[in-house]
Nanobody
Framework: QVRLVESGGGLVQAGDSLRLSCVAS????????MGWFRQAPGKAREFVAA????????TYTDSVKGRFTISRDNAKNTMDLQMNSLKPEDTAVYYC?????????????????????WGQGTQVTVSS
């Protein structure tokens, strides 16, 4: 059974940084694509960032480009999201997701239906 566990969330002030981590476990997990999504109170869950298996291709939603960086370490089955220059509008529960489908382009990893596994979420709160 595959399990994804996020960590690193917390309460910070605007302009601060946080680093989220996601650890995958399960002998059958391949995780060709991995991504981060977030859900703010009263809003639908939205795509944040995704990365291909090799790590050579990444994609971000426009609102976080230049501030967030996604990375992964396949040897450790981990994925990180470095979040800099945080804004109050980044406040949300952040979810890690893993896909067993291989796509050469990160374009296909921007939607929730491409993912097979989800973490339980970690809260990020940014105060103004």
């Amino acid at each position: 059974q595959v399990r994804l566990v996020e960590s690193g969330g917390g309460l910070v002030q605007a302009g601060d940084s946080l680093r989220l981590s996601c650890v995958a476990s399960g002998s059958t997990f391949r995780g060709y694509g991995m991504g981060w999504f977030r859900q703010a109170p009263g809003k639908a869950r939205e795509f944040v960032a995704a990365i291909t298996w090799s790590g050579s291709s990444t994609t971000y939603t426009d609102s976080v480009k230049g501030r967030f960086t996604i990375s992964r370490d396949n040897a450790k089955n981990t994925m990180d999201l470095q979040m800099n220059s945080l804004k109050p509008e980044d406040t949300a529960v952040y979810y890690c997701a893993g896909s067993e489908e291989y796509y050469s382009s990160t374009y296909w990893y921007r939607t929730e239906d491409r993912y097979d596994y989800w973490g339980q979420g970690t809260q990020v709160t940014v105060s103004s």
